[in-house]
């Protein structure tokens, strides 16, 4: 089936940092990427959608400029969480789909903790 | 607007005790519904894809089903090894992807 990766899967910082996740659609290629912030024992919480070559769309309630997404190719979506602080502490997943059936299929997760 | 509703929210099952979980829906055009599952601290795992109302799909244990309203995931004799949270999400005409809660099952030897 269909592989996404992310990558680093566990990444820790220091508070008032910047760090960048990425995710990867190993074997098609996506025009849509969605990312993600799943709380312990809680649901997948959208965070944005991107499309590639275009701006992504952000969720209410989620800050465009402290998370910064970026889909430059049909394979790589970025995340940049921007001047990180300890409550941005989280596991965030990417998913991509692979059309032309629509089916999504997500990364592995990255746990991000800022100290 | 836009809504998934899972249930339950937890079931413990015996080893061999079949069941199925519930997905309620609504969207604005569905363009999909996926049954994902997830373990602990790591992303969901595609478990399938439906598209329209009748239509079902079968993988090991499990069956996936699709009304105009919900989608049921029937597990048969599950095994420990089954016991996961079952994540249902559907993909809409707007493009926007919407989770369920989840259900956390949980089969006992």
């Known amino acids: 089936g269909a592989v996404v990766s992310q990558h680093p899967s566990r990444v820790i910082c220091k508070s008032g940092t910047s760090v960048k996740i990425e995710c990867r659609s190993l074997d098609f290629q996506a025009t849509t990427m969605f990312w993600y912030r799943q709380f312990p024992k809680k649901s997948l919480m959208l965070m944005a959608t991107s499309n590639e070559g275009s701006k992504a769309t952000y969720e209410q309630g989620v800050e465009k400029d402290k998370f910064l997404i970026n889909h430059a190719s049909l394979t790589l979506s970025t995340l940049t969480v921007t001047s990180a602080h300890p409550e941005d502490s989280s596991f965030y997943i990417c998913?991509?789909?692979?059309?032309?059936?629509?089916?999504?299929?997500f990364g592995e997760g990255s746990w991000l903790t800022v100290v | 607007e836009d809504q998934v509703t899972q249930s339950p929210e937890a079931l413990r099952l015996q080893e061999g005790e079949s069941s199925s979980l519930n997905c309620s829906y609504t969207?604005?055009?569905?363009?999909?519904l996926f049954w994902y599952r997830q373990d602990p601290g790591k992303g969901p795992e595609f478990l399938f894809t439906l598209y329209s109302a009748g239509e079902e799909k079968e993988k090991e244990r499990l069956k996936a089903t699709l009304t105009k309203k919900e989608s049921f995931l029937h597990i048969t004799a599950p095994k420990p090894e089954d016991s996961a949270t079952y994540l249902c999400?559907?993909?809409?005409?707007?493009?926007?992807?919407?989770f369920g809660s989840g259900t956390r099952l949980s089969i006992r030897p």
């Open positions: 999400a559907v993909y809409s005409s707007a493009s926007k992807i919407i």
């Open positions: 998913s991509a789909v692979a059309g032309p059936g629509n089916t999504i299929y």
């Open positions: 969207v604005s055009g569905l363009r999909g």
